[in-house]
């Protein structure tokens, strides 16, 4: 069964510092990741994609990482901001249709002052 | 903003009432989805609609009710729900092609509709 656990649930941190979060995944056979930021009742919006032959990739001060070897993903967030308080999502896709985007359950992560 | 919206974004309502959700996209995309995003579970897929054409129903039970009339909207039409049935709705579109398969293309998401179910 296809699956994406991510780690940790939720996180707090000071705002200026760094943070990665985790995801690891089962997903066969894998097509693409993404990983997704979600503020607060809003919907989730895409930050990075990542194709199996793609190790890591940047969009400002969030870089991700992939390893398609032990099924492993992280996203690092740079000198973080109170903006970036939000849950983030870890999508993977395997090939052949619909029913194969498994999604994370996310990281909640809280930046404070 | 994504491009895509959804009314109502609050909806509360009672077991034997009727309603509907709607989504709207305005990226000429020709892909739309509903998903249902509860608490501490990963966003669950529930209908996909393709050039106006339905190609996924997830298990979804029939008191939930899709209509896709052309490619720019969306709606969801609710009646006997259950309190279970309380979650955010979030509806997406992409541009899905030829390369990569269903499901490869990235889906913008609406601002989804909260949904209380008393």
């Known amino acids: 069964k296809n699956q994406v656990e991510q780690s940790p649930q939720s996180l707090i941190i000071l705002e200026g510092k760094n943070c990665t979060l985790q995801?690891?995944?089962?997903?066969?056979?894998?097509?693409?990741l993404r990983w997704y930021k979600q503020d607060t009742g809003r919907g989730p919006v895409s930050l990075t994609i990542?194709?199996?032959?793609?190790n890591t990739k940047s969009n400002g001060r969030y870089t991700a990482t992939l390893d398609a070897d032990t099924k492993q993903s992280s996203l690092h967030i740079t000198a973080s901001q109170l903006s970036d308080s939000a849950s983030y999502i870890c999508?993977?896709?395997?090939?052949?249709?619909?029913?194969?985007?498994?999604f994370g359950t996310g990281t909640k992560l809280q930046v404070i002052p | 903003e994504t491009g895509v919206t959804q009314t109502p974004r609050h909806l509360v309502m009672g077991m034997t009432n009727k309603k509907s959700l709607k989504c709207e996209q305005h990226?000429?995309?020709?892909?739309m989805y509903w998903y249902k995003q509860s608490a501490k579970k990963p966003l669950e897929l529930m209908f996909v609609?393709?050039?106006?054409?339905?190609?996924e129903n997830n298990s979804v039970p029939s008191r939930f009710s899709p209509e896709c009339p052309n490619s720019s909207h969306l709606f969801l039409h609710l009646h006997t729900l259950q309190p279970e049935d309380s979650a955010l709705y979030l509806c997406?579109?992409?541009?899905?092609?030829?390369?990569?398969?269903?499901?490869?293309?990235?889906?913008?998401f609406g601002p989804g509709t909260r949904l209380t179910v008393t």
């Open positions: 997406a579109s992409s541009q899905e092609g030829l390369a990569g398969g269903p499901g490869s293309y990235e889906q913008y």
């Open positions: 999508v993977v896709s395997a090939s052949g249709g619909y029913q194969k985007v498994t």
């Open positions: 990226l000429g995309h020709n892909a």
């Open positions: 995801c690891n995944y089962t997903v066969s056979p894998f097509s693409n």
């Open positions: 990542m194709t199996f032959s793609e």
């Open positions: 609609y393709n050039f106006k054409e339905q190609t």
